[in-house]
């Protein structure tokens, strides 16, 4: 090689280590960012601009713990698209929009410009209605705790809730027929399904609009579920589980008008076969009014005398109430006046008055009402207890129970607390509504040892969009405020004051405005109650998954006394009718076995061989036991006592007991409900 060739061949070495190290000097991160490959999954790589800030910094949590249980909080109970409901025009400002924030949080067109035309909010809020209906960007009178009208579910409040440890939402897609119709304000037409529809397909909106953000489908934090272990492996990810729900007054078209049905078992099972196709998985049967399928449990106050006209105005007729059978009772029914809901009845038509001894709803479940509960075990949907009247909600735990159906869920306050451990006993799931902190700890605390019997968590409802009213603010002068910047549940996350545009929120000062504000809520209840009430909390997402998951896997049980041989000490007489033992084994709830009209009679059921038996169901008819046991024998001579009751009310019974070897099993009678005998439609007997 020469002189002049080894030069240049030094020469092109060093100019390509030059651009080598100067390529490597452009691609390194500036000091402080993420370097490649590192980027923050959390964090969206294309925010609109403007919009909400979130106000919280650290990784989001995620997998399970050490024994591998899901963690983090649940809302059980919210409705983020509850501006599609109501005709559209009753709650304002959306919860995303592809034009940006300044159009998502704007008012209706009708509040401007002073409110005077908010006529929804005063007719449940009270006061004249009057507030700033500039949104974005100042925000001066909403979102705030006690408004009812205005958006508090834009998808950057709930994000922020994500990030402060919330791991499960249940979007609840709500209407009223009945509201839409008698309001003022409308863009749509009223029909309760067509919303639902509607509402279902803006939140699989959502989720694709926050999918954008984050780099296309499948990315963003919010994940629509349909069943438990997809659930599971969304948290476990990190991410928020969205799962459907549905709270209507009439669903599948189910109204009555003067006590007559307006709608079929066919119309149900298209129903309930349709929601399930939109991916919903637990639901309301009754909501604010009486339907063809259940009583609901009343509205109080001036809201209550609101509900109770549109229950005129929807079925015909008003509440109705009686004496209540046991300890569980509803709500008191509102008396309040409420002139602009009451401008709506017909002339000469006015509002009842009630006896106050008498605080149940005298309508329970109805015949269609106990096809669409079974409906929904046969689909392995969960059924909202809350709103049904103590007596549907009664009927429906009897059939809950005489399948061992584990999936019953209180979501929001609505059900009687005395129920608590019924839901338990069946793993169904209890969430607390979202009340101000000292309230929410003690009722958290009054009922801590049932979720530590079961070994449980606990969750919250918030009803957001739900017009209910929220936390107000403690004052920045209480002894124990939540001091900003606070740490998330988990430790992970420093979370500070939020801000949206000009406006921002202190729960010290402005309560729970918005769904943002559910961490700084959630750390308010953590200095009021203490952190046990929070760790039950933050067990509620898994608890909610476990009641979900048993429902899935839920088989109906093998009924050992279908088609069995039976006896009894005696069978009521008629020459038309059979009333014979055999009647109340046979497979069909329209025949029944009837005893003579005297107490210590008895049914006895021949199973053919000796099972394990532990459990056995009794459809009574009206002629039902009051006191009565269940016996069980291996030889037909030799009984033993395993169940007893003093207090038999009729209808369903389910008696449990440790599984024991029986070939026989006995219903004996010692005590009748009525003038007459025992009659039993069918008598059911199972292992479990």
């Not at 979007?171 to 509607?198: A, Q, W």
């Not at 709506?344 to 015949?367: F, H, I, K, M, W």
Request: net charge negative.
């Amino acid at each position: 090689m020469t002189q002049h060739a080894h030069s240049r061949t030094r020469l092109i070495t060093l100019l390509s280590l030059l651009l080598t190290l100067v390529a490597m000097a452009l691609a390194a991160p500036a000091p402080g960012a993420p370097a490649a490959g590192a980027t923050q999954w959390w964090n969206p790589v294309a925010r609109p601009a403007p919009d909400s800030q979130i106000n919280v910094t650290g990784e989001p949590f995620k997998g399970t713990d050490a024994q591998g249980h899901v963690r983090g909080f649940i809302d059980a109970h919210t409705h983020l698209m509850a501006n599609e409901a109501f005709g559209g025009r009753l709650i304002c400002g959306k919860p995303f929009s592809g034009q940006g924030v300044a159009d998502a949080l704007k008012d209706c067109p009708e509040h401007y410009p002073d409110g005077s035309l908010a006529i929804f909010d005063y007719i449940t809020h009270g006061g004249d209605g009057k507030h700033d209906p500039v949104g974005w960007p100042t925000f001066k009178d909403w979102p705030a705790h006690d408004s009812l009208t205005h958006q508090q579910s834009y998808y950057a409040w709930v994000e922020r809730a994500w990030r402060g440890g919330q791991r499960v939402l249940v979007n609840d897609l709500v209407t009223n027929g009945v509201i839409c119709s008698v309001y003022f304000f409308k863009d749509r037409g009223c029909d309760e399904m067509t919303s639902i529809r509607l509402q279902a397909q803006k939140t699989y909106e959502l989720q694709a609009y926050i999918d954008t953000m984050y780099g296309g489908p499948g990315r963003g934090w919010f994940r629509i579920v349909t069943d438990s272990a997809q659930a599971r492996s969304v948290i476990e990810q990190g991410k928020l589980a969205v799962v459907l729900g549905v709270e209507t007054s009439e669903p599948f078209g189910c109204k009555q008008i003067l006590d007559i049905a307006q709608c079929s078992r066919q119309d149900i099972d298209r129903g309930l076969d349709e929601l399930y196709g939109l991916g919903v998985r637990s639901m309301f049967l009754c909501h604010k009014f009486d339907n063809a399928l259940c009583g609901v449990r009343f509205d109080e106050g001036a809201l209550g005398t609101a509900i109770n006209v549109g229950q005129f105005l929807s079925t015909g007729t008003f509440w109705k109430t009686e004496r209540c059978a046991g300890p569980q009772h509803d709500n008191p029914i509102g008396l309040a006046p409420a002139p602009a809901a009451q401008q709506e009845l017909p002339q000469g038509v006015a509002l009842p008055s009630y006896a106050t001894d008498a605080q149940c709803n005298t309508r329970g479940l109805t015949e269609l009402g106990e096809y669409a509960v079974r409906g929904m075990v046969q689909r392995k949907m969960m059924l909202e207890i809350d709103h049904m009247s103590v007596k549907a909600a009664g009927q429906a735990f009897d059939i809950l129970e005489s399948v061992s159906y584990p999936g019953v869920i209180s979501s929001h306050s609505w059900m009687d607390l005395d129920w608590t451990e019924r839901v338990y006993r069946l793993n169904g799931f209890v969430a607390q509504y979202m009340h101000g902190a000292e309230g929410f700890s003690a009722e958290a605390q009054r009922t801590a040892a049932l979720r530590d019997k079961y070994h449980v968590g606990y969750g919250y409802g918030t009803d957001m969009n739900g017009v209910g009213g929220w936390p107000g603010p403690r004052g920045a002068d209480t002894p124990n405020p939540v001091r900003y910047p606070f740490r998330s549940a988990d430790g992970g996350s420093l979370i500070d004051r939020q801000t949206t545009g000009d406006r921002t929120w202190d729960l010290n000062t402005d309560g729970a405005a918005h769904y943002g504000l559910v961490p700084d809520w959630l750390e308010d209840i953590r200095l009021v109650g203490g952190q046990g009430v929070v760790d039950d909390l933050f067990r509620g997402a898994e608890s909610y998954l476990d009641t979900w998951g048993a429902s899935e896997q839920h088989r109906a049980g093998v009924n050992l006394a279908a088609g069995s041989s039976a006896s009894a000490s005696s069978a009521e007489w008629n020459p038309f009718i059979s009333y014979a033992p055999g009647r109340a084994v046979d497979g069909s709830t329209g025949t029944r076995w009837a005893s003579d009209w005297s107490d210590d009679q008895w049914l006895r059921i021949d199973l053919g061989t000796t099972a394990l038996v532990g459990r056995v169901t009794l459809d009574w008819e009206r002629a039902y036991g009051k006191a009565y046991r269940i016996e069980v024998s291996t030889d037909g001579a030799n009984w033993q006592s395993v169940w007893s009751t003093t207090t038999g009310d009729g209808g369903l019974d389910t008696a449990r007991f440790t599984g024991v070897p029986a070939r026989y099993v006995r219903v004996h009678g010692l005590q009748r409900g009525t003038r007459w005998g025992y009659s039993l439609h069918e008598v059911g007997v199972h292992s479990t």
